[in-house]
């Protein structure tokens, strides 16, 4: 197999330049020019008529398009809306005495670390406790949470019931 250089064109062959024609096939059909800008109800010449879309009632279920989740609130002894568990479940347990067990990788003065305190809030990547007796507030990353464990019953909804149910 061989390769070809391709060829330079030469200046009078350019477009910009006198005498430049550019190459159309013979089996090829130039545009009709249109007369004007189209009207409603009207066809561009040689256009094939489109049937009219369907008309889907609002709020209609559409196969293969997910439905939106409508906006709910955080609601007293019910779980947000969200996709993380865990926040939910420390959030129906705000102002109780947790131990949280965390591992920090690569950490050279200490892997793993205990941290006990009162839980305040949690986000879908963070818990922040108090602990009580010295007032310092930590803000923990989800990211190194191994697991908590509580002293007292848990307040906690099962994805398939509705309200709170104490464990």
Same mark, same amino acid.
């Given at each position: 197999?061989?390769?070809?250089?391709p060829?330079?064109?030469?200046a009078? %062959?350019? =477009?910009?330049?006198?005498?430049?024609?550019?190459? #159309?096939p &013979?089996? @090829?059909?130039? =545009? %009709?020019?249109?007369?004007?800008? @189209?009207?409603?109800g009207t066809a561009f010449?040689?256009?094939?008529?489109?049937? $009219?879309? =369907?008309?889907i009632? @609002?709020?209609?279920l559409? $196969?293969g398009?997910?439905?939106?989740?409508p906006?709910v609130g *955080?609601v007293?002894?019910?779980?947000? %809306?969200e996709?993380?568990?865990?926040?939910n479940?420390l959030?129906l347990?705000l102002g109780?005495? &947790?131990t949280?067990?965390?591992?920090f990788?690569?950490?050279?003065?200490w892997?793993?670390k205990?941290?006990?305190?009162?839980?305040?809030a949690a986000g879908?990547?963070?818990?922040?406790?108090? *602990? $009580?007796?010295?007032? #310092?507030?930590?803000?923990?990353?989800?990211?190194n949470? *191994?697991?908590i464990?509580f002293?007292q =019953?848990l307040?906690?909804?099962?994805?398939?019931?509705?309200g709170?149910?104490?464990?």
């Amino acid at each position: 197999m061989f390769f070809r250089a391709p060829t330079r064109m030469s200046a009078v %062959a350019q =477009p910009g330049f006198p005498g430049y024609t550019p190459y #159309t096939p &013979a089996h @090829a059909v130039s =545009p %009709a020019p249109l007369a004007g800008p @189209a009207q409603p109800g009207t066809a561009f010449p040689g256009a094939v008529p489109q049937p $009219p879309l =369907p008309q889907i009632p @609002a709020g209609s279920l559409i $196969p293969g398009i997910p439905r939106p989740r409508p906006p709910v609130g *955080d609601v007293p002894g019910l779980l947000p %809306a969200e996709e993380s568990y865990i926040e939910n479940i420390l959030r129906l347990n705000l102002g109780k005495m &947790a131990t949280i067990y965390m591992t920090f990788e690569n950490n050279t003065q200490w892997n793993a670390k205990i941290f006990r305190g009162i839980i305040e809030a949690a986000g879908r990547d963070h818990i922040i406790i108090s *602990d $009580p007796n010295t007032g #310092t507030r930590y803000l923990l990353l989800m990211v190194n949470l *191994d697991y908590i464990t509580f002293d007292q =019953p848990l307040n906690y909804t099962s994805p398939f019931q509705i309200g709170t149910v104490p464990r």
